[in-house]
Nanobody, 120 residues
Framework: QVQLVESGGGLVQPGGSLRLSCAAS????????MGWYRQAPGKQRELVAT???????DYADSVKGRFAISRDNAKNTVSLQMNSLKPEDTAVYYC??????????????WGQGTQVTVSS
């Protein structure tokens, strides 16, 4: 059974930094896409950053220039370095992985989420 386990959330002051990490267990294949989504209270879950196996990245406009995603394909791990954090970055951050098959629908995997709170 595939599990994604996040770590690194917490409380940080505005302007501070945090690093989130996620490791996939129970996976014998490489996930085609890994990344991060977030959900703030009363809002829909939104994409933060993703990276494909070849290294293509996609960022939400609100985090460009402040966040950086990285991954280790062989270990199926993904990290998110978050700098210059703002109160509006406060949310539960979810690790996401996707396996794309040549035939049939892709399969999405989600972590349990880790809370990030930006407040003075």
């Amino acid at each position: 059974q595939v599990q994604l386990v996040e770590s690194g959330g917490g409380l940080v002051q505005p302007g501070g930094s945090l690093r989130l990490s996620c490791a996939a267990s129970g996976v014998i294949f490489s996930l085609n896409v890994m990344g991060w989504y977030r959900q703030a209270p009363g809002k829909q879950r939104e994409l933060v950053a993703t990276m494909t196996s070849p290294g293509n990245t996609d960022y939400a406009d609100s985090v460009k220039g402040r966040f950086a995603i990285s991954r280790d394909n062989a270990k199926n791990t993904v990290s998110l370095q978050m700098n210059s954090l703002k109160p509006e970055d406060t949310a539960v951050y979810y690790c996401h992985g996707k396996r794309i098959y040549r035939t049939g629908p892709p399969i999405d995997y989600w972590g349990q989420g880790t809370q990030v709170t930006v407040s003075s």
